[in-house]
Nanobody
Framework: QVQLVESGGGLVQAGGSLRLSCAAS????????MGWFRQAPGKEREFVAA????????AYADSMKGRFTISRDNARNTVYLQMNGLKPEDTAVYYC???????????????????WGQGTQVTVSS
């Protein structure tokens, strides 16, 4: 059974940083791309960043480029999201996700992801 467990969320002031982690279990982590999404109250879940199964290819939503960095440690079965220069509009529940198929192409669409974590709350105060 595939499980994704996020951690690292919290309350931070504008301009601050947080690092989110997502620990995966239940299958060979290094075979699957990983993505981060977020959902603010009353809004749809949106793409944040994704990383290929080998870690060499990354993709970011335009509003996160230059502020957020996605990375993975296949030895630890963990994907990370380093968030710098946080803004109040970054406040949301952040989810990690993974597709069903191994070695899938990177996708920014939430419909291409099958497994989801429970989410971790990030709140940025002004």
């Amino acid at each position: 059974q595939v499980q994704l467990v996020e951690s690292g969320g919290g309350l931070v002031q504008a301009g601050g940083s947080l690092r989110l982690s997502c620990a995966a279990s239940g299958r060979t982590f290094s075979n699957y791309p990983m993505g981060w999404f977020r959902q603010a109250p009353g809004k749809e879940r949106e793409f944040v960043a994704a990383i290929s199964w080998g870690g060499r290819i990354t993709a970011y939503a335009d509003s996160m480029k230059g502020r957020f960095t996605i990375s993975r440690d296949n030895a630890r079965n963990t994907v990370y999201l380093q968030m710098n220069g946080l803004k109040p509009e970054d406040t949301a529940v952040y989810y990690c996700a993974s597709p069903r198929a191994p070695r899938a192409a990177l996708s920014q669409s939430r419909y291409d992801y099958y497994y989801w974590g429970q989410g971790t709350q990030v709140t940025v105060s002004s």
